[in-house]
């Protein structure tokens, strides 16, 4: 299968530079995998295709400030890091933009309470293993000197950083928000449970696997990098209950989804546990636990694409986003929703 398979045009005024004024009311494509339909929504009428058996499961990350500017106090050079995963310690995996001036052992300022060494390359263009140094409390002091780390396409300023993290974002330790949550408003959140519908939390922190351009030309080429999940008994107790009953599991966002399948067996039931998984989905691949995704619109040729492609095909899912095209949709990461059910 090839990376170009997966390409789509997309004319550049369709990527949304700035969220919704309410989250809520962006558009929502919804598209019925048995009918082949197409219905143009808002996103507020998600709570019309739940059912009191159903479990919505999404994920508690948060983002965090993870973009900073360091420079060498020996010579005046800058680098700009992106912190993607802690290892151990201080220790964490990072981007460097022009890494190749970020040899081993070189030490940069970033502001007056942090420094970051240099440790090791990684197996990833750009990747360097990067040691932190600080004063103080280190939540504190990232937060005072990093940046949100908003997407490259996104070029407008972001003057409420708040809309990069879903409303029930807690945990920190995301390089990049799961941007199908932030569609949601606690007041949509609180009707959906008083319809009857289970809202269940689990955890994935966003690193490079889920973001990282496919390069090669041919899909199976490409390596998808590990993230940290999550999945607590209470968790999947209650996923296995519902499908059980004959519930279904919808999942907010691909990173809900590559949690769910990462743990799922053969059989559909998902088993608790934590610890990082590179799992790749795409077609022909057969979903175990996922029935159904609630998901933005993803660029071409991305391992996201890939993924939604696999719940149908790709020639239905290239067709979708054809329509979501001539209907002007707004496309990535603060742009409009879709319901694959």
Not at 107 to 121: R, V
Request: glycine share 6%; hydrophobic share 35%; charged share 25%.
């Amino acid at each position: 299968m090839k990376t170009s398979d997966f390409y789509y045009d997309l004319p550049h005024e369709l990527i949304a530079q700035t969220p919704t004024p309410c989250r809520s009311a962006s558009r929502l494509l919804v598209y019925d995998r048995q009918t082949k339909s197409v219905s143009d929504r808002v996103f507020s009428d998600i709570i019309d295709y739940l059912t009191p058996d159903d479990v919505l499961v999404r994920n508690t990350t948060r983002v965090i400030p993870a973009r900073l500017f360091g420079t060498r106090p020996d010579t005046g050079g800058t680098m700009e890091f992106l912190l993607l995963r802690r290892t151990q310690g201080d220790d964490w995996e990072c981007l460097c933009r022009s890494a190749k001036r970020a040899k081993v052992g070189t030490i940069y300022h970033i502001g007056e309470d942090l420094s970051a060494e240099i440790l090791n390359n990684l197996d990833m263009e750009g990747g360097k293993l990067v040691r932190l140094s600080y004063s103080g409390i280190f939540e504190e002091v990232l937060d005072k000197v990093g940046q949100t780390p908003l997407p490259p396409y996104i070029t407008e300023r972001l003057d409420d950083k708040e809309r990069y993290q879903t409303v029930y974002a807690r945990q920190n330790g995301s390089a990049a928000a799961p941007t199908a949550g932030l569609h949601f408003t606690p007041e949509l959140l609180s009707s959906i449970r008083d319809k009857g519908v289970d809202i269940v939390d689990i955890l994935l922190h966003v690193g490079l696997g889920t973001f990282r351009p496919v390069s090669e030309a041919n899909v199976e080429d490409h390596h998808m990098h590990t993230e940290y999940y999550e999945v607590s008994d209470d968790a999947a107790k209650r996923i296995n209950r519902a499908r059980e009953r004959g519930g279904r599991i919808i999942c907010v966002g691909t990173t809900s989804a590559r949690t769910l399948e990462s743990v799922a067996d053969d059989n559909g039931v998902v088993c608790p546990g934590s610890g990082m998984t590179g799992i790749f989905i795409t077609p022909p691949y057969r979903f175990k636990a996922v029935d159904a995704l609630i998901t933005n619109f993803h660029l071409p040729e991305s391992t996201l694409l890939m993924l939604v492609s696999a719940l149908c095909s790709r020639e239905e899912i290239l067709s979708v986003y054809k329509h979501a095209v001539d209907e002007r949709y707004r496309f990535f990461s603060f742009g409009d929703a879709m319901l694959i059910k």
